[in-house]
């Protein structure tokens, strides 16, 4: 990540996103309104709200390729199980490209999942496209795409 730290410890994760809220505001004129508003939404990190995804759950991901004036578009949509029950979904558009890294799940033994939601940040890439990068206990998710959108919906 650029500006978020996600470091292993003996003791499980150090998470610090004290930067991030800088390099937003710093760069607000470049964010499409609904992405800006996702990355910058108070609750993002407050790890006591509800739609936080700190310590959510991956329910799918699910990539869709559909015709969009003439040319095909890739859609994205993850779903995730929040903390503190609740789902959120996240709707990215104009996907240009993803990656999903899954290791093999060592905690719970036998289980296997993408692990908890650790800690995430959308920046600006090199060729003006929005980057967004998730931590997970289990892996990792980097995608590249024009704007994103989300909902929440509470228990």
């Not at 959510?56 to 991901?61: D, F, G, H, L, P």
Request: charged share 30%.
């Amino acid at each position: 990540m650029k500006i978020v730290k996600c470091e292993v410890t003996k003791s499980g994760y150090y998470l610090d996103s004290s930067g991030y809220g800088k390099y937003l505001e710093n760069n607000k004129d470049k964010f499409p309104v609904k992405a800006y508003a996702f990355a910058s939404a108070d609750w993002h990190y407050d790890h006591r709200d509800e739609k936080c995804p700190h310590d959510a759950k991956i329910n799918s991901i699910t990539a869709k390729e559909f015709l969009k004036n003439d040319s095909s578009e890739i859609g994205l949509t993850i779903e995730l199980e929040g903390a503190y029950g609740g789902k959120v979904e996240i709707f990215y558009y104009g996907v240009q490209s993803y990656l999903v890294r899954k290791r093999k799940t060592n905690w719970p033994l036998g289980e296997s999942t993408h692990g908890e939601w650790l800690i995430d940040e959308i920046t600006i890439s090199e060729d003006g496209l929005l980057s967004h990068e998730i931590a997970l206990s289990d892996g990792r998710i980097f995608i590249k795409f024009h704007d994103c959108d989300f909902k929440f919906f509470g228990n």
